[in-house]
């Protein structure tokens, strides 16, 4: 029993590489003055909330999935391109911190990892 109790309280904290309680919104940027408006945008829809958002500066666009400055990444992945309006950099925000609780909770609680643990 106690075993089982340990070995569930592990999986209960148990968290996929790269998702963390705070999540980051990264913003590849050239310095401009629409990257830096659009820096300002996600820093300002994420305040009070679980999300953090980082300047990448590129020198070229050699990163793997982007075409365009400025870019919106999480979670590994490019998803916005361009200047987003205040509404979409909401929407940004709260779906960055959705995909990394779905993340968080859909990994160590799937049936496969559950057959592993």
Known sequence: MALALRDRERNDTMQPAGVHPTGTIEVYSAGCVLCQDTLALLT???QGRSSQVVERRVADTSVPGLRALPAIAFL???VFEGRPS??????????EELDRRVLAHAIPNSEAMQRFA
Request: net charge positive.
């Open 44 to 46: 300002q829809a994420a």
């Open 76 to 78: 590994d992945a490019v």
């Open 86 to 95: 205040p509404e979409q950099a909401r929407a940004l925000v709260k779906r």
